[in-house]
């Protein structure tokens, strides 16, 4: 199976929050990322957290990590239609600077 | 910077044509790495160098794919005969071991969408 798995669609509502969520496989792990991909765009580094961490937060995100159970989420507050875009979760292990991408997650926002 | 810059944007060629796409990466990152983005298959990583040196090439999917990185600043990635099923998006990215941050940060190009007739 793959590394990095994560959900491919998620659809909300405008004003709501969104939760991303993503499971990965490798225990050695040091970061855990994630990419924003706008349409017609590159991806572009969102946040990421080292695996000593439990939560991160910044503005309008916050990354949950349980390490127990390898599992990663990205939670965006408030979500505007300007968060419409594909997230990708990541894993990165020390000593390789070479991550490992899930099949990223299509956020929809709608009215 | 510019950032990691690509060419061409779009391409569209017939079955059998020759395809190369370029890439730019930013100045003084020693890694530089090729991916395929596609509905089916989400984001492949195809190759990537380090220091001008292809490390890693389990990922180029067929002996049609090469890529190469002559010089700090210029890579290419090349298909040559092209097929239908190459049409996606391939993007080049960069980082650097000096990266302030210590994160491994990749930097992504804008894209090349291709797309074999």
């Known amino acids: 199976g793959e590394d990095v798995e994560q959900s491919l669609f998620l659809s909300v509502r405008e004003g709501d929050s969104s939760v991303i969520n993503c499971t990965y496989t490798?225990?050695?792990?040091?970061?855990l990322y994630w990419y924003k991909q706008e349409p017609g765009a590159g991806l572009q580094l969102l946040t990421y957290?080292?695996?000593?961490?439990d939560m991160k937060q910044d503005q309008r995100l916050t990354v949950l990590l349980n390490k127990k159970d390898k599992h990663l989420s990205l939670r965006i507050a408030d979500t505007q239609t300007g968060d419409s875009a594909i997230y990708f979760c990541a894993e990165g292990i020390r000593g390789s600077y070479i991550p490992t991408f899930g099949r990223g997650t299509s956020l929809i926002v709608h009215p | 910077d510019a950032g990691v810059i690509q060419s061409p944007r779009h391409e569209v060629t017939e079955m059998g044509q020759e395809v190369t796409l370029r890439c730019k990466p930013i100045s003084g990152h020693d890694y530089l790495f090729w991916y395929r983005q596609t509905m089916m298959r989400g984001l492949e990583l195809l190759i990537y160098?380090?220091?001008?040196?292809?490390?890693?090439d389990s990922g180029m999917p067929e002996d049609r794919f090469s890529a190469k990185m002559p010089n700090a600043s210029f890579s290419t990635l090349k298909i040559q005969p092209s097929e239908p099923r190459d049409s996606a998006v391939y993007f080049c990215a960069s980082s650097s071991l000096e990266d302030p941050s210590r994160t491994g940060e990749l930097f992504f190009g804008e894209g090349s969408r291709l797309t074999v007739l």
């Open positions: 957290i080292f695996s000593n961490m």
């Open positions: 490798d225990s050695s792990s040091t970061y």
């Open positions: 160098f380090n220091n001008n040196v292809p490390i890693d």
